[in-house]
């Protein structure tokens, strides 16, 4: 049942238990224990405790733990109360002990109307007693070392469901007295603190111990006094009005492990009034001492900073690397007025904070408390030029420094801005009158081609075209008349390439099955065009545009000379930014042999497609001809 938690414990699971009755409620219940563990049961009051009972009913969150809500109980006989547990101080305060049969042993320090406040090893703690007893029938128990017996319930918030730290309750409780301790002072026996260490027999945790010394600060909640070069610290049971110089007798109930010894719950007798003892002096640069736990110290640092923290006033001080607090009691304005960086001197109470001697441990930090605005000595004003003064100049120039990088690094964008749109508009300017010349150079040329070569070769292929006498010279005709047909042809690619007119895509669809119907004509290869030749009139670069002629030409050149064809299939598709060109032949094909980089048609046409940032595709069956494909970016 301790396992569930509040959600599943409120869908009222059934349950059967068997065990001891170990505590009854006022509130209509009891608690009873099983060989592994308690529980709270609600339902019934008509058990007592030592009961041997079965129950059976249904889980419920209950208020703090999961209970049991009573549907049936069978009384089986008397039981046999268990052996008590023995809590730690973490188990009374998480309240994982709740409905758990238990013994605490401690001193009564105080008696209230419902139960008893206790000194136990780990600390105070409020046992609030379900019993009979009253409050002056407890009262004898005060300042007695006692064992409380009986259920532990823990202390709650009913709205929150968390445990009330410090208090508990006990139900059915049972005192047991193991000694009680004398109100007389003089009855403790006397140590002094290094006394606290050494053996002895009866040396224990609730036996009070008798010390004497000079309160050199008197705190909140706790007292700091000196014995010789020594210090104490003390919490006194009951209010005392003490001042610092007060000569005291305390008796209380030691506890180590600080830095100084601690004596709590002390009774506090006032024997005299005398002057502070003096101040030890500390080492700039070696302030960490243990052994000066709650003794009177002076030390010199740094002021860092001041705060007003509630009714106090708190100094940051430093000293080399060791930084440290003072605090005073009350507010002043010649702390307000203080100005950082003053060297101070502070007399105070050396207050370690961890650590310590019975730790085994250098301490940590440690803090000086001061008792007036006396203790604090001013032995230097900080200079004019301060750290802070330094900064604010480096930053103010630092600002400069980055103001003028900005403005210099925004004019230089622009000078750089300014010099790009002059060198663009120069290069646009040379480029258009490079453009102009070489266009008209173009045209000059290919009509000097054409009306010198064009008329000369043609009129040599009329001559070879005439009669002839003989054979030998029909035949030197016919090669005549070959040659010049090739010319004209040679003549005529020249003629296109380096016209401007013919830059653009629609000239160079046309061109391409116009040289391809003509140049397979002559092979007896029947050329026919796939889909429609609709591209537009957009502008090639001259150069790109002659290198895929090229290529196309070397193309038919390959299915002419290797192919076997007797059909080629042409296609040129715009298919998004590319133009596509597909040349298509009904020819034997590769066969098993793999198209190479090495093959010097393929490599060529391959070559002169990379270098217009294009592609070269090839695919081919045996028997079944060759397809090629040609891909040109048109941006």
Known sequence: MHHLKRVEAQLGYPVKVRGVVTGTSLYYGFTLRDSTSGV????????????????EGVTDPGGFAPMIKLSRMNHLGAGRLPEPIRPTWDQLMNGSMDAQYVEIEGIVTAVSTDGLLLLTHGGAIKAVLRSSMGQEELKRYGNTLVRIRGCLLASRND???????????????????????????????????????????????????????????????????????NGVRFVANKSVALQVGDMVDVAGYPQLGGASPLLREAMVNKTGHAALPEARPLTSGSLAHAECDSTRVRVEGVLTGVSEIGPGTTLEMQDGAQNFVARLDGQSEFLSSLPIGS??????????????????????????????????????????????????????????????????????????????????????????????????????????????????????????????????SLRHLDQIGDRARHMVTALDEIVWAMNPKHDSLESLGSYLCLYADRFLKLANITFRLTGTLDLPKQTLNPIHRHEFFLAFKEALTNVVRHSGATEVRLSIRIIGNRLRLSLADDGGGLGSIRPTAAMDGLANMRARL??????????????????????LPLN
């Open 610 to 631: 990379e270098r217009m940032g294009g592609r070269f595709a090839i695919a081919s069956q045996a028997g079944r001809g060759t397809t090629l494909r040609f891909y």
């Open 343 to 472: 060297r101070l001197e502070l007399t105070g109470v050396y207050a370690v904070q961890g650590g310590g001697q019975a730790l085994n441990r250098p301490i940590s930090s440690f803090e000086l408390l001061l008792d007036s605005p006396a203790d604090i000595k001013v032995l230097a004003r900080p200079p004019w030029w301060t750290l802070q003064r330094l900064l604010v100049m480096i930053g103010m120039l630092v600002c400069v420094l980055v103001i003028a990088v900005l403005w210099i690094t925004q004019l230089h964008r622009k000078v750089e801005e300014r010099t790009v749109q002059l060198k663009e508009q120069i290069q646009k300017r040379q480029s258009i009158e490079q453009h102009r010349a070489m266009e008209q150079e173009r045209a000059r040329i290919a009509q000097d081609l054409h009306d010198e070569l064009g008329s000369s070769l043609t009129e040599i292929g009329m001559l070879a075209a005439g009669p002839v006498a003989t054979t030998d």
């Open 40 to 55: 709270f049961v609600l339902g019934t009051d008509s058990v007592r405790v030592g009961d041997f009972v079965e129950v």
């Open 159 to 229: 709205q929150t469901h968390q445990v009330i730290l410090g208090e508990f309750v006990i139900l059915n409780p049972n005192l047991i007295v193991e000694n009680s301790t004398s109100e007389d002072i003089l009855s403790a026996p006397y140590k002094m603190p290094a006394e606290l260490l050494q053996f002895d027999p009866q040396a224990s945790l609730f036996q009070r111990i008798k010390m004497s010394g000079q309160i050199v600060h008197v705190g909140e909640d706790m007292c700091f006094m000196m014995m010789g070069t």
